[in-house]
Each structure stands twice: as structure tokens, then as C-alpha cells.
């Protein structure tokens, strides 16, 4: 069975910090692509944090920049999001994405079913 699962979204308080998970089974994440994405009532899924198969670049959204560190455990098989300093407007769902690259083409492309993630006092 391949699947990416999420975990760790909640309720908190802007200003402070949420640690989001996203564990694969099925396949091994050591030679994908991992992104992680968020959608918000009403706006579009909006890409927040890409990393490479080597982990060797990372990309961040303008708006999330300083304040959230994409990472990976191979070991654990697990991708992370670090979210420090939330805002409101960071509230949203948020789903991890891993893609297989072929030498012209996409191979796979997996999603798991999203975590919610919601900043308000």
C-alpha cells in the first residue's frame, strides 16, 4: 500500500510554533521530490516549501520565508515542515507531495489527504 500520511496540525496561538509530519509507506522517500502545500477556504492550493531528492536546495514561499524550515529523516522515512512565528494567514491545510523524476518525465506523483493547520487566539 503507498500512501503519505500527515499529522501534526492543531489549533495555536499566533506567534507560536507547529511541527508538521508527513510519514510514507509503501516506497521510500530517499529518491523523491517533497513539497509541502496549503489550501485556505476559498483561495488556491498554493506550493509553501519544496526540497531536493539530496536535500542540497531548499525553496520557500515569500510569504513563509524565515519562519518554516522544510526537512527529511531517510531513516524514518519521513518529511518534515518546521512552522515558526504563525500568522492567521497561515491557516490552511496543509499536504505533503512526493514526486518520482524521470529523465524527461514525471514517474510518480503521490499526496497525502491533508492537515489542518488553524493560528488564532
Known amino acids: 500500500q503507498v500512501q503519505l500520511v500527515e499529522s501534526g496540525g492543531g489549533l495555536v496561538q499566533p506567534g507560536g510554533s507547529l511541527r508538521l509530519s508527513c510519514q510514507a509507506s509503501?516506497?521510500?522517500?530517499?529518491?523523491?521530490?517533497v513539497n509541502w502545500y496549503r489550501q485556505a477556504p476559498g483561495k488556491e492550493r498554493e506550493l509553501v516549501a519544496s526540497l531536493t531528492i539530496n536535500s542540497d536546495s531548499k525553496n520557500y514561499a515569500d510569504s513563509v520565508k524565515g519562519r518554516f524550515t522544510i526537512s527529511r529523516d531517510n531513516a524514518e522515512n519521513t518529511v518534515y515542515l518546521q512552522m515558526n512565528s504563525l500568522k492567521p494567514e497561515d491557516t490552511a491545510v496543509y499536504y505533503c507531495?512526493?514526486?518520482?523524476?524521470?529523465?524527461?518525465?514525471?514517474?510518480?506523483?503521490?499526496w497525502g489527504q491533508g492537515t489542518q493547520v488553524t493560528v488564532s487566539s
Open positions: 507531495n512526493a514526486i518520482l523524476y524521470g529523465t524527461i518525465s514525471v514517474l510518480r506523483n503521490y
Open positions: 509503501g516506497f521510500s522517500l530517499k529518491h523523491y521530490l
